[in-house]
């Protein structure tokens, strides 16, 4: 009997790989071991140190459950594979991995005069991610992978939503090298107006 679904492997496989990466991103929040605890006082200040990792990993755990949601939407437009899209579905997941190390790193240095190579980091792997997203897009229509007409025209308008992130991260990435606090206020309102695209569209 031939598998009613060609591409349930890979969709279990992915689900996996979301689920690794959203859990690695809390690994990092802890208060440090060289931190003395004395008082009720001590505990609180400890506390309020953390207060930036603990906003990137939301902000990180946002972005990655808003990039399941997608590509879970995604999967549903194709009925068909190749090697292309698995690959590209790879790049993709590769970015996604990646994402709890630029975390932790933004939740460590935001605040401090050191911030820029955190906030360039971290918006350097939103512009990848959305390359990702392209050439995902791409492979699955160059190869006609589509379920039907409607599906196609989803899937194109998806690959413009790619290009358009990839252009707007790629700009936050270079403009972080002066205004690294300002971009990553811009950052989180992107993915504000990605979760609130994400609620209000329909998928072929």
């Not at 399941?68 to 939407?73: S, T």
């Not at 252009?167 to 990605?194: E, K, R």
């Amino acid at each position: 009997m031939a598998e009613e679904n060609v591409n349930s492997r890979l969709e279990a496989f992915c689900d996996a790989v979301f689920a690794i990466a959203m859990t690695l991103l809390i690994i990092d929040i802890k208060i440090p071991s060289s931190v003395r605890i004395e008082t009720t006082n001590d505990f609180w200040l400890a506390l309020k140190h953390i207060v930036p990792s603990i906003l990137a990993f939301v902000l990180s755990f946002t972005i990655i459950l808003i990039t399941w949601v997608n590509h879970h939407a995604s999967l549903k437009l194709v009925n068909k594979s190749s090697a292309s899209f698995i690959f590209a579905n790879g790049f993709l997941l590769l970015t996604v991995v990646f994402l709890p190390f630029p975390t932790a790193l933004l939740g460590e240095y935001l605040f401090t005069d050191h911030s820029a190579p955190a906030v360039i980091l971290y918006d350097s792997t939103m512009a990848i991610q959305a390359l990702g997203w392209i050439l995902l897009t791409r492979a699955a229509l160059n190869n006609q992978l589509s379920r039907n007409e409607k599906s196609t025209l989803t899937i194109r308008e998806n690959g413009k939503y790619g290009y358009f992130a990839l252009t707007i991260y790629s700009l936050c990435a270079i403009i972080a090298f002066w205004f690294p606090l300002t971009i990553a206020v811009i950052t989180t309102l992107i993915w504000i107006f990605w979760l609130i695209l994400g609620i209000s569209m329909k998928h072929g």
